[in-house]
């Protein structure tokens, strides 16, 4: 009986992409290796590079010497304003990863996902530069310029599909092993400056710099905060129903609550996936011997 095909879907979900790099890493030393790969934005940085063949360790350093200046400086403002930065940066480094590989001489297909802006629908890129398409993945909506790809517009694949289940049953896999690092809304810590009544709001005074006991709970967010929260809601809602849709043989979903990692300390996030994969290697064990 033929082996069966083992696919990868790695999520978006930003900082949280590190948690890929420990499953991978698990799997690996378990002798599960996938036959095919999809990500979306952060997911498919992490799996255009392990497609490419890119040594695990490189990869983890790589994230774990990540600082905030190095972070700032994918940010630095751009013109023409069609989004904060133009992803120069981001660029470069992609370059340094992935040097001038085509998606379709990597060692595994791999394919990332994106979104066309101008059709709203998921765009599936499975040839060409492979910093290119993970570029154009990776580009969140207001904060990376778009990306114009075989004369598309395309920005970042979390909008349309945050975990491509349907990409990678599509390339071929019997067996779908979901990588899910996608922040939950309830678990996104909301606050902002206090509430006060609706007299004292409208004459933009307050009486006391305490808010009444009524609305004590309340709060103004930040537009960047809301900005946040609501990209969060939007994705884990797409998420939440392509599981329902097209439900994976296996779903990886990493336990951050204790210590969530962000772009400048992103240890915990691999140790918290390498936790996860381990918790799931029965299920994936299984999954396989059911298969085959």
Known sequence: MAKPTIGLALSSGGARGAA???????????????????????????????????????????????????AAKTLLPTIPWSGWTSGGEIVRTLRRTFGDRRIQDLDRPFAAVATDLESGTPYVITEGSLVDAVRASLSVPGLFTPVWLDDHLLVDGGVSDPLPLDVVREMGAD???????????????????????????????????????????RYHPSVFSVLFQMSTVFQRRLCDLALASSPPDVRVRPDFSADPPTYSRVGCGIEAGAEAARRALPAIRQAIAAAG
């Not at 590079?49 to 490189?58: I, M, N, T």
């Open 20 to 70: 890929h790099i420990g499953v991978l890493r698990v799997l690996e030393e378990n002798g599960i290796v996938p036959d095919v790969i999809a990500g979306t934005s952060m997911g498919a940085y992490v799996g255009g590079a392990y497609a490419s063949g890119a040594c695990l360790d490189d990869l983890e350093a790589a994230w774990r010497s990540m600082s905030v200046l190095r």
């Open 175 to 217: 067996i779908v092993i979901a990588i899910d690092v996608l922040v939950d809304p309830a678990e996104v810590h909301m606050s902002g400056l206090p509430y006060f009544g609706t007299k004292e709001r409208q004459l933009g005074v307050a009486k006391s710099p305490r808010p009444d006991a009524s609305c004590a709970r």
